[in-house]
């Protein structure tokens, strides 16, 4: 059974995953689908890319629509990625979005573009992609379908990619490092790993402002494995559940006590003494 | 296999639209269900059955409960109909949510009233009749039950009905059209189509105030097929994904430019030149 | 078949929900998912325990999972729990939140620590028990494992609950009871039932200020079965599709014009004269 999995920034008003889904279940009634999320910011194609990233060692055996799109019905391409290391297609806009995830997954074995118009749908205008050609692409390889049968094969070294989010050691520890995701907790993710807390067991960390090489305010970090070790208002700083530097508080918003927000960068460093 | 599709204004924070899902899965534990949408606004009646409309012509072979009812308990119908062009069903409330999708579907084979109480929940309250009438009746109906064992049929002629949004064509090329839809992204569909373009490359377009005939100001919009067409703060006009006009940015909110909202008028009229 | 229902207070723009439908559908790709809700508010367990609660009369067999787990990766247990008048485990924290819905269904017939690491993902962090604890116990149930084998058993008498809502009956056929539940709609539901409102088809109601025994303003609110039976503005008290008064308006929120939160306390006592 090959499982479809489905990511937007379509958020859930407008019915526009139904219309995914109602395009997928005509073809393929009961293929199991899975929302991983429709709540990307509107066109934020980055954040897209990240959640993307975050889901791709989950996801089970299929294929994956994404469409974070802000150029749909220009002439950026539609595409179909076959990753090496899972058995799962990628299905969506070559804008960026998908290749985190696939190169995460061993790269890319095959790319399609979605040239044949035979499995488009008919539609009145080209601002839906997501309905009027990628769905039909995702449930044609959800089947079982050939993917050459969707369009010519390009070559997976020419697909558009994103910057990769910002991470520089400094000299004594130090980092900079970019804040890749604000979740619902008000959690900071952070673009550094385990070995950036090697420190110690307090760090300093602040937000930079724009162009700034040191951040105005810094705040103490101490380094814990969970949420509930920490007294109420104590920053604390962990390895989160996917293996990314987190800056966290106790039932509280760490973003909003930092002022942090997706794409800012954090400065750290470790702290000498404890406060 | 039949579809079970579902609209709502429930809303996702209250567990509304999962009681549905229970009743339903409590009888047909894998029968596919869609959630087309849960966020139309809270007793938007008109709302609701223009999200139904625009998914009407992609909903797959089977039954579409939509509830939007702020007359749940009093003496208005709950309904089955069965659509004459679609192997579709449609369960809800008699308020006016389901007949424009029904047209759309060539009209109404056969309607009942869910009147026959041996197919209801028994319940303390009267005020969810999504899951104590309409999601039992959509169970049977996803099963293959016959229509006429729900209750009595009843006359599609005396279904009740909303008022069709307001389109009036003026001279020269000149509408007036009523915003039925303002999406997340800010795109602001209207009530004209494809031949309220013809009057050349650029459209004078302003929302009319209360009562006012012409608006206090005008903006001129160019006439695209895609947002990425268009330079950054330029408004545009398109044929959008359901066949309709709709006013648009790249990247950004058109409904925040005009100051427009569902349910108001916006005036058309071709610009004589390019601004 | 048995179904997996889903709650949480993970909201559904981080993915969250979607990793532990990634992570079931890895086991069982075809196994029926409910999403009850994902939108309690962050960390708040209560709120989530009376979803829950809300929710059980009518869970289709299967498995539970829920996660409202502010104490994720500190020493609080991670349990299933297998109902005693349902075909039904519960799979979440111990925290409370299970506990009023498997009271609801007749209490726990068999509760196991979920302590075999077998069982578990490895995750680089112990932030997300929902993905790496509690999904793969919840697919291990579904498939009709032995519940046994996930950790041993604990006494149900020892589970961490929560207070019950307060609920005080006064004299002369007055009450003091907290609001469980304030909807989309503002309906506000009161920890009171239907014997509260036999002093007459008038009631007056007030939210206690934290400390006070009477409330500082009273509305008049008028007994009815269905919203629609209120002219606008006219406050009305109802019994509600789970049994519990509930405070109402038509097309309108009663939270809104009461002022009324989840967890104040609501003063009512029967209105002498009709206004």
Do not use: M
Not at 54 to 82: C, E, K, N, Y
Not at 83 to 109: I, M, S, T, Y
Not at 157 to 185: I, K, N
């Amino acid at each position: 059974v090959r499982v479809v999995s489905l990511l937007s920034d379509y958020g859930l008003a407008d019915g526009f995953p139904g219309a995914l889904q109602c395009v997928i279940r005509a073809r393929l009634p009961t293929v199991p689908i899975i929302d991983i999320t429709h709540e990307i910011a509107p066109c934020d194609v980055r954040a897209g890319s990240l959640a993307l990233l975050r889901a791709a060692p989950f996801l089970p055996p299929g294929v994956v629509l994404a469409v974070v799109d802000p150029g749909v019905g220009t002439p950026r391409r539609g595409i179909a990625v076959q990753a090496q290391d899972a058995d799962l297609f990628f299905v969506g806009p070559d804008n960026g979005l998908l290749v985190p995830a696939v190169k995460a997954l061993g790269g890319a074995r095959l790319v399609v573009e979605l040239q044949d118009r035979g499995y488009w749908l008919a539609a009145p205008g080209p601002t839906f992609a997501g309905r009027d050609i990628f769905a039909p692409a995702a449930a044609h390889l959800a089947a079982g379908g050939d993917p050459n049968e969707l369009g010519d094969r390009i070559d997976p070294d020419y697909l558009v990619q994103l910057p990769t989010p910002r991470y520089v050691r400094g000299g004594g520890g130090s980092c900079q490092a970019e804040v890749t995701w604000v979740d619902r907790f008000g959690n900071v993710q952070l673009a550094a790993g385990r070995a950036d807390l090697l420190g110690g067991p307090h760090v300093l960390v602040g937000i930079l402002s724009q162009g700034a090489s040191v951040p105005a305010v810094e705040h103490t970090a101490r380094a814990v494995r969970a949420f509930g070790e920490l007294p109420p208002g104590q920053l604390g700083i962990l390895v989160d559940s996917y293996g990314q530097l987190a800056l966290v508080l106790n039932n509280a918003s760490a973003a909003a006590l930092l002022g942090a927000h997706e794409g800012d960068v954090a400065a750290l460093r470790p702290a000498a003494n404890p406060p």
